[in-house]
């Protein structure tokens, strides 16, 4: 069990101590109006069986909230969506959350296809006002992932080639910063799809990702690679076995595997003008050790040692390394296949960054000392 999980276990368990109890489903839940109920009455009939539904058969909708319900002798998870056309309440169980089952919060704001599953009908025995059959919506991202990602597959199956080179353009719902993985996520043909930071551009240690991937924002793509696999093979569906509480998703699921590399510059090519040219040129602190000594980043993706003489003038600091300060280099040996080399550090043209308060403390305080 992983930190996260462990976490969730710890919280259900306090419930569980706490007697928490949810709402029903069927009181609590918003109810459709007659036309909302006309509308998607006439949008599941269109295609009969979620099996035989295509992409014409998704629906628009937003993400409202994420709530937990009673249902039946079960808590169920639900995020509560809007359609575009008719702004009809559409309710998607943690079961058919599709590959973000886990986190339903994250579809709250965001814009993606589902598909109108079935009708949860009952009659208001409360309601005086409202006599009579009433219904709420069940929809399924699940459903809209799997018919998405079988017509993209369909399309690798027929033509790898052709499908691999094929330029796609997604726009970005959000972006997960991590340490050592961090995702693009983005929205593509109504569904969402993730890319690794390295497939999205040139890592950069000065040149966070949020700078160039950012919400709303639409850029060229490729699908390099889709896998035919199944929900019981993700690695979140296995962790979530030992958990009874949690229903799972099931069946087919589309792994599709995307990259933007082809579309931005070749750093490579532009690193070695500059070497062939013994060109002066500006470069950043990446890394400073007192010990271990400089690292500057020469383009993105490239990261060399900076050597700057003992006789010098600048004396760069850690903050120099928070800051990424801006030097002069000349790079004087380079190593294209590794990606190593050492720069020459010629100058701080806007000089070394300024001292931290607790340093400049530090400091007074060993000169009073004396």
Known sequence: MNENEQELQEVLDADARDKVTYPLFVKAAEQLTRDQISKLAEIKRNYGSPEKATEKDLVNAHGVAVSTYTLGKKHMPMLLMRMD??????????????TSFRHLENFIDQDIKILITKFISFDDVNNKQKKGQHYIAMGSITNAEQIVGKELYDEFQKDPEEAKNKDRVGVVSRVVVANRLSIVMFNYRGITLGMLERNFHQRSLTHPITRDAYIGKSFKFRISNITKTTYEDMTSVKNDENLSHIELPSGTRYFIETTSLPFIPNYDEEVKKLYEQRAWFSARIARYDSVKGILVEIAPGWWIKGFLPANSIYKPTIQD?????LVTVRINRIDFEKHTGQAYIHSFPQGVAAPSVDSVMDQNY????K
């Not at 056309?85 to 599709?98: E, F, L």
């Not at 390394?321 to 300060?325: A, G, S, Y």
């Not at 060993?366 to 000392?369: A, H």
Request: proline share 9%; glycine share 8%; aromatic share 4%.
């Open 321 to 325: 390394q928070i800051h990424h300060t």
């Open 366 to 369: 060993d000169i009073d000392q």
């Open 85 to 98: 056309s008719n702004d009809a309440p559409v309710y998607i169980p943690i079961t058919d959350g599709g």
